[in-house]
Each structure stands twice: as C-alpha cells, then as structure tokens.
C-alpha cells in the first residue's frame, strides 16, 4: 500500500510542479520522501519545487544530501551547478561541470556552459575545445558558435570565425541584430 502512496504523492507533485504551484509540489514532494526516503527522481522534483519558491538555501541542501546519498549523482550535480550559476559562483559551477563530464554527462548544455565558464576564467583552449565538444553533440549551437567564433577572430583565425558565425546566423537568423547590430536592410 505504501508504493501506491508514494505513486500517487509523485504524480500530484509533478502535477502541482507543472501548474507552478511550488509550496504544494514540495508538500506533495515531501510526502514521497516518508515513503521512500531515498527516491532520487522525488528529491529532484522537490528541489525544483524549492527553487521555484525561492527558497535556494534549502534546494542546494537537498541536492547536497543527493550526492551524499549518491556521490555520482547526475541530477544532484546538475542542480548545484545550476544554482552555483544563478549565484554567479563561477569557481563553483565549473568545478560541478567538471565533474558531470568526468561522471560521462555528454550534453552539449553541459560542454557548452564548461566552455562558457572556462572562457571567462581566461582558459581559452579549454573553451574552444569545450564549444567544439557541444558542437559535436549539436552542430547548430548558436551560442557556441559564436563564442567559439568570438575567441577564433581574437586569436587570429578570422576564416574560421567568419564560418562558424555564418552557421549560427544560418542556424538562428535574428541573432544579427542582437549579436552584430542592426540589420543593414
């Protein structure tokens, strides 16, 4: 009876988490976790539910307690690098980074943020090989591409920045305006 319990406090929390209604996806959360403490997908979703309350003192506990509970945690991870960014905690979201790609996270979000983070520490080879990596995993980045074509021109390789500017505009054509000024029509 208990996991019937348990589904059912899941699905109206991921139903509340849907409809923003946070305070009672965490209720909802919270519930799960009498059932079955260790549910790692619970603890996720009740982290959400903290963050979206605003309450990040208690997320980033949660998501530490995942870890504890499992020191490969993707999820637990992913959450604290995603606070350690809101914070702008640089230092700490890239060392959070670094481990989901030590722990075989492969997403081009994650190499690209590491990219991103790399370059404003100043370690532009560690960036341009991290954008390329998120490339490879999605050849379309605007973003990356155009970091990556930022960092190329500065270093002299203006064929190659020129090339993967023309990807990202082709890609993602209102970046012209933001990215290079107005339009010239």
Partial sequence: MRCHHAGNAFRLGYLRLQREDYRGAAEAFEGCLKYRPQWPEAYANLTLAYSGMGDRDRAERLYEKMLDNDPKSVDGLRGLAALALQASDFDTALEHHVRLIDLGERSAEVFYNTGLMYEKA???????????????????????LLNLGRILESNGKSDEARACWSKALEAEPALAQGYFGPSMD
Avoid: C, I, N, T
């Fill in 122 to 144: 100043g370690q532009l080879d560690k960036a341009v090989r991290l954008y390329r990596d998120a490339l490879a995993q999605q050849p379309d980045m605007p973003e990356a």
